[in-house]
């Protein structure tokens, strides 16, 4: 398995486990449980609740792009150190956002930063693909 594919499976089971703070937060939290089958509102709980629910999302709006140019990148056959650091750094900035977010932390600009250098990963991932495939 290349290094790529490596931090792509790792990257999926931190999508695959990141709702377990929510919903150890929303079990644990003293706030009524919706009796109308409504999905829940995230903004009734405990902030630290809401934001582990808002890093879950933000790690799945990341992750489809990521997860598509790896898989490109490795059926066209690229794979190097520029793709395997970028991968890497991908899911680096990924726990650190993570951490960063639920543990309350959310202080400008570090949450854009993580985000937006994590687009850049994708980029160069995507770039390098297109370039050498």
Same mark, same amino acid.
């Given at each position: 398995?290349?290094?790529?594919?490596?931090?792509?499976?790792?990257?999926?089971?931190? =999508? =695959?486990? $990141?709702?377990? +703070?929510?919903?150890?937060?929303?079990?644990?939290?003293? /706030?009524?449980?919706?009796?109308?089958?409504?999905? $829940?509102?995230?903004?009734?709980? +405990?902030?630290?609740?809401?934001?582990?629910?808002?890093?879950? $999302?933000?790690?799945?709006?990341?992750?489809?792009?990521?997860?598509?140019?790896?898989?490109?990148?490795?059926?066209?056959?690229? #794979?190097? +150190? @520029?793709? %395997?650091? =970028?991968?890497? @750094?991908?899911? !680096?900035?990924?726990?650190?956002?993570?951490?960063?977010?639920? #543990?309350?932390?959310? @202080?400008?600009?570090?949450?854009?930063? $993580?985000?937006?250098?994590?687009?850049?990963? *994708?980029? !160069? *991932?995507? /770039?390098?693909?297109?370039? %050498?495939?």
């Amino acid at each position: 398995m290349t290094v790529e594919l490596t931090f792509l499976a790792l990257t999926a089971l931190l =999508a =695959a486990t $990141l709702w377990l +703070p929510f919903v150890i937060g929303v079990n644990t939290a003293a /706030v009524a449980l919706p009796d109308d089958n409504r999905p $829940l509102d995230p903004a009734r709980y +405990p902030p630290w609740v809401h934001r582990a629910y808002r890093a879950h $999302l933000n790690l799945l709006e990341q992750f489809l792009p990521f997860a598509v140019i790896v898989v490109i990148a490795h059926l066209a056959g690229v #794979s190097g +150190p @520029v793709t %395997s650091w =970028a991968a890497g @750094v991908f899911f !680096v900035l990924r726990v650190a956002h993570a951490y960063w977010m639920i #543990s309350g932390r959310t @202080v400008l600009p570090v949450r854009p930063i $993580l985000f937006t250098a994590g687009w850049v990963c *994708i980029l !160069v *991932i995507g /770039v390098t693909a297109l370039v %050498s495939g």
